[in-house]
């Protein structure tokens, strides 16, 4: 079985049932995916796992959260390429800028990217169905 690490960071907790929804998915297609707050989950930890859904929501003027998720990944960029990796975060005002740019920067990192969800505010039972999608397509990537 196909370990998934799904790494977030969520302020309002929108992001956070993104990522229940996003191992949901992936746990259901048969891989075996394991939930962490980024704070929870380290560089070093990546090692242990075969595939990564990274979760946070668009902050300030739309980028990533500075002060715990982009310092983690900044470090982890060193460490997928090569890999399945799925991007996913929730934001409130703008187009969603900044999931293009990350999708940009997993891209040049050399990941093998599956998807990426971007959703306006709390994400509706539509939006959930699309996150277990996102981890279905990771584990995919990963057989």
């Given at each position: 079985?196909?370990?998934?690490?799904?790494?977030?960071?969520?302020?309002?907790?929108?992001?956070?049932?993104?990522?229940?929804?996003?191992?949901?998915?992936?746990?259901?297609?048969?891989g075996?995916?394991?939930?962490f707050?980024?704070?929870?989950?380290?560089?070093?930890?990546?090692?242990?796992?075969?595939?990564?859904?990274?979760?946070?929501?668009?902050?300030?003027?739309?980028?990533?959260?500075?002060?715990?998720?982009?310092?983690?990944?900044?470090?982890?960029?060193?460490?997928?390429?090569?890999?399945?990796?799925?991007?996913?975060?929730?934001?409130?005002?703008?187009?969603?800028?900044?999931?293009?740019?990350?999708?940009?920067?997993?891209?040049?990192?050399?990941?093998?990217?599956?998807?990426?969800?971007?959703?306006?505010?709390?994400?509706?039972?539509?939006?959930?169905?699309?996150?277990?999608a996102?981890?279905?397509?990771?584990?995919?990537?990963?057989?």
């Open positions: 079985m196909k370990k998934i690490a799904v790494v977030y960071w969520s302020g309002g907790g929108n992001t956070e049932a993104m990522a229940k929804a996003v191992a949901d998915g992936a746990n259901k297609a048969g075996e995916a394991a939930l707050r980024v704070d929870g989950f380290s560089v070093q930890d990546m090692k242990d796992y075969d595939g990564f859904l990274f979760g946070c929501p668009a902050m300030g003027a739309e980028v990533l959260e500075e002060s715990e998720f982009e310092p983690f990944f900044a470090g982890a960029e060193s460490k997928i390429s090569g890999v399945p990796v799925g991007l996913f975060g929730s934001y409130g005002w703008g187009g969603g800028e900044w999931m293009r740019q990350w999708e940009s920067r997993v891209k040049d990192d050399g990941a093998n990217l599956v998807g990426s969800l971007a959703v306006e505010n709390t994400p509706n039972e539509k939006d959930l169905a699309d996150c277990a996102l981890g279905e397509n990771l584990v995919k990537a990963l057989a």
